[in-house]
């Protein structure tokens, strides 16, 4: 299985990218970035891009896939309305049209978040554009979508987020979100449980194509053992 991923160099992303990497059914991991990583694997193969919006000068090295997993994302503080829209919405579209052009039955696993707002006509900005992008998503004909709306993160086997302000918060909850797990399970997920939840989309579908920050953990408990485990 060949898969494509953008935004590995994230912390949703780091952890989807290491699930895939250690999964011996996976073949190859297309790693689609703006800057190099500096991360090396026999399986991986970093593409740099600068322009997310025409991906026309690497279509060759973008077929022959079989899934995407679609973890880029950016703070909304600080970010005016239309450059959260192009980063969130318009670079998403952008791949997705690229990639269903090349794999006509491709699957698409997009990394959204809690409390995305899909009536696209609510008062939070961040909320607005995440709605209008999954349904730009869900309407698309892939061979299947899954949309995953992930709640707090915890980063585990050294992943870091880049976003500054989200180091500081990390770095000064982590001794308590550990224990908060016992008390909020479905919603703290680990960068481990999100990476492999969302590559047992790609790989195996789900019941349901929205899956909300407390499905997670019920998706990882339905994977066989051996699926569950190999990591």
């Known amino acids: 299985m060949r898969i494509v ?8 992303g780091q952890g989807a990218l290491r699930e895939c990497l250690r999964d011996p059914e996976i073949e190859q991991v ?9 991360t090396t694997h026999e399986k991986l193969r970093e593409i740099v891009r600068k322009n997310f919006l ?8 973008l077929t022959g896939l079989n899934a ?14 239309e450059s959260y829209t192009r ?3 318009e670079f998403t579209i952008a791949a997705a049209n690229t990639l269903l052009k090349l ?34 998503l869900l309407a698309m004909p892939f061979r299947s979508v899954y949309v995953f709306r992930p709640a707090m993160i915890q980063p585990l086997d050294g992943i870091k987020s880049k976003t500054k302000s989200y180091r500081i918060v990390y770095g000064l909850v982590a001794p308590f979100l550990s224990a908060a797990r016992h008390f ?3 919603y703290i997920s680990t960068t481990h449980e999100l990476g492999k939840a969302l590559l047992a989309a790609a790989k195996r579908g789900t019941e349901k194509r929205t899956i909300e920050a407390g499905q997670i953990r019920e998706l990882l408990e339905l994977l066989p053992d ?3 485990n190999h990591s």
């Not at 297309?30 to 500096?38: E, M």
């Open 54 to 61: 025409d991906f026309t000068p690497i279509e060759s090295q």
């Open 87 to 89: 980063i969130t919405c």
């Open 30 to 38: 297309v790693s689609i970035v703006r800057a190099p990583t500096g």
């Open 103 to 136: 794999n006509p039955e491709i699957s698409f696993v997009f990394v959204s978040a809690t409390g995305a707002d899909s009536t696209e006509r609510g008062s939070t900005m961040w909320a607005r554009v995440k709605g209008k992008t999954e349904n730009a």
């Open 184 to 186: 909020w399970p479905n």
């Open 226 to 228: 051996s699926a569950r």
């Open 5 to 12: 991923i953008f935004g590995s160099s994230g912390m949703v």
């Open 68 to 81: 995407c997993l679609y973890c880029l994302g950016v703070t909304s503080s600080g970010t005016s309305e």
